[in-house]
């Protein structure tokens, strides 16, 4: 497009509002570079078009980290919380991940004014309909109505905007999410510039009316008694204000279901894009799982001062008479009214691959990618790599060194490993599983992990960063202290041992070790303990999970150590992989596509053999 007019110039444009394009507008802006933030709809800035919530499994992990290194989610989480649960109690600290219930339209507004009062940072309503790179060596964005907007950093952060379609049954229409505009020029713009765009499909339920549900027919779900918060800034605990409640789905549910099938897009065909695999839709559910009895469901309400009540774990695509028809065979929903229907969403999104680690995109200087335009699913996911895109960007031009996170040091680094190494054949997902670390990165540690990066980013205040050191100083002293405490036989305390399924003692014993027993905790052993010093909750729990699992955790580091060694060996830029005899041509293929920059990185790459890595590190010690 021809622009009208030249418009304002910036150092980075940053091309969408949502969870991913908020978080680099802040980071970029916050590091000195003066920064453009556009959006189709200033109503949607850090919208939640689907759950509205924030942490889950392994999410919860990368909300910690992200607010280690100077984030913004975490701070907006915690100021709109409704309900706060600590997920995963029953199993290993590895795996505990804060989720908290959010009132969808706060949470905006505070994203939008947190914008907004930033300085160095432009909030513009605006559709960005072509993108190029002139011979000034600039970007320019040029909108819809022709105005030319000039920078030195792009980032692309356009959610499901980016050629975004609504599926419903037979009906299919362009729109972005929750009936905005969808940015349908902007693909065409991409597509000159050679980027391999790509079509996804996500989808999200219904919203139904609060007064139209039997709640008395559902199980209720209340937060924990002792909330938590997300961010290491935040002085006070979530209140719980709201309960959420727990449905099922039955026969009746699957034989409407099935009966429709055929009308579903996804089942006709319609939908070319790639689901989520590990978020389906109810009728993807039914298929998949034909022998499963129920489905669970999650009613959730989307704010304190609105009747919308969100439907977790039913999303769809099949028409709007199926879905009203499904949704009334289960228990408590037999009147319920649909204030939005169902629907499935498709999108353009890049191959990750085509991204280096500091998401730049390879064949592009200066032109940055975030969020769902990399691939991934999931606000968190999107948040993150806003950030690093956001800090990337200002360090190229500020010339100073990229941020890049191994996966070792965060889930954040594995979730930009996998993308840019691994790549994505559907929408990325985190997972604890999808760490070979996670004993190490813990949600509880991630302050230790984080906090020095993002204080020497400049990110993290100075004295938000003294009181890590103290605390960090109080878990240390601690320790010490409680390795060096004896514990002598006494009636009371083997009486409690005892009753905890554990045996009693005969001799002194070590503090430390009575820890260690699955039976007992830190907590547990206080009136026992006569100089234990008054300490934070956070700081007692990272004293108890770093002695009952030291061995554990010292394995697990010596493992890392390991592989930081193959991590840390450089590949050039350059380096002609097609010139080395041994290396098959699969990986000769692979390693010339993704352009590892080290062994560690080319040894993730899906079709990159031992054997490859042998010969290659034999080649590189020549």
């Not at 014993?509 to 006569?530: E, G, N, S």
């Amino acid at each position: 497009m021809v622009p009208k007019y030249k418009s304002d110039n910036y150092d980075i444009a940053v091309i969408g509002g949502g969870h991913a394009g908020v978080e680099a507008a802040l980071s970029s802006a916050r590091l000195g570079c003066s920064t453009v933030m556009f959006t189709i709809n200033l109503d949607w800035v850090g919208n939640m078009p689907c759950n509205p919530s924030i942490g889950g499994t392994a999410k919860g992990h990368l909300v910690r980290e992200l607010d280690a290194l100077g984030g913004e989610m975490g701070k907006a989480a915690d100021a709109t919380t409704l309900q706060s649960r600590m997920l995963n109690r029953g199993k290993g600290p590895a795996v505990y991940s804060l989720r908290a219930q959010i009132d969808r339209r706060k949470y905006s507004e505070y994203m939008k004014y947190a914008a907004e009062r930033q300085e160095n940072l432009d909030v513009k309503q605006a559709e960005i309909v072509d993108l190029y790179k002139d011979s000034d060596g600039l970007w320019h964005c040029i909108t819809q109505l022709g105005a030319d907007y000039t920078c030195k950093c792009v980032i692309l952060a356009t959610g499901t905007f980016l050629g975004g379609r609504i599926y419903i049954g037979e009906v299919n229409y362009e729109s972005g999410p929750d009936g905005t505009f969808a940015a349908t020029e902007l693909s065409k713009a991409l597509l000159k510039l050679n980027l391999p765009l790509r079509r996804f499909k996500t989808g999200t339920p219904a919203r139904v009316a609060r007064s139209s549900i039997d709640f008395d027919k559902l199980e209720v779900q209340d937060g924990d008694d002792q909330t938590v918060p997300f961010s290491y800034s935040t002085k006070q605990n979530p209140e719980n204000k709201v309960v959420c409640h727990i449905g099922y789905t039955n026969d009746d549910t699957k034989k409407v279901i099935l009966e429709n099938l055929h009308r579903s897009p996804l089942y006709a065909g319609d939908i070319e894009g790639v689901g989520p695999r590990y978020c389906p839709s109810i009728e993807d559910k039914v298929v998949r799982f034909a022998d499963k009895q129920r489905h669970q469901m999650f009613v959730e309400p989307c704010g304190e001062n609105t009747e919308e009540m969100y439907l977790q774990g039913m999303s769809s695509s099949l028409p709007e008479e199926v879905q009203i028809k499904f949704y009334h065979t289960i228990k408590g929903l037999e009147n319920v009214k649909i204030m939005r229907t169902a629907y499935a969403i498709e999108y353009d999104c890049i191959d990750p691959l085509a991204l280096d680690a500091t998401l730049e995109i390879k064949e592009h200087s200066g032109l940055y990618g975030a969020g769902q335009f990399n691939g991934s699913s999931g606000y968190e996911e999107a948040a993150a790599q806003g950030f690093v895109a956001g800090v990337n960007a200002a360090h190229k031009i500020l010339g100073r060194k990229p941020l890049l996170l191994s996966r070792a040091s965060s889930y954040i680094g594995t979730l930009i490993d996998d993308l840019v190494t691994k790549g994505c054949s559907d929408p990325y997902r985190m997972m604890t599983s999808r760490s070979e670390y996670r004993l190490l990165l813990r949600q509880d540690n991630a302050d230790e992990r984080m906090m020095p990066t993002g204080h020497a980013l400049g990110l993290i205040s100075d004295e938000q960063y003294q009181e890590f050191l103290n605390k960090k100083a109080q878990k240390e002293q601690e320790i010490e202290r409680v390795n060096k405490i004896f514990l002598a036989p006494n009636d009371p305390l083997n009486q409690m041992l005892l009753s905890r399924g554990t045996p009693a003692i005969t001799t002194g014993t070590r503090l430390a070790d009575l820890i260690k027993r699955p039976q007992l905790d830190y907590k547990c052993l206080a009136d026992f303990d006569k100089t234990r010093p008054v300490l934070a909750d956070d700081v007692c729990e990272k004293v108890e999970i770093e002695i009952k699992y030291e061995g554990y955790i010292s394995r697990q580091q010596a493992a890392v150590d390991e592989m930081l060694r193959l991590e840390n060996k450089p590949i050039p830029a350059d380096f002609d992989y097609s010139a080395i005899k041994g290396l098959r041509l699969e990986a000769v293929e692979k390693l010339n596509k993704v352009r590892p920059d080290s062994i560690g990185r080319a040894s993730r790459i899906s079709g990159v053999s031992p054997a490859d890595i042998s010969v290659l590190l034999i080649h590189l010690s020549k």
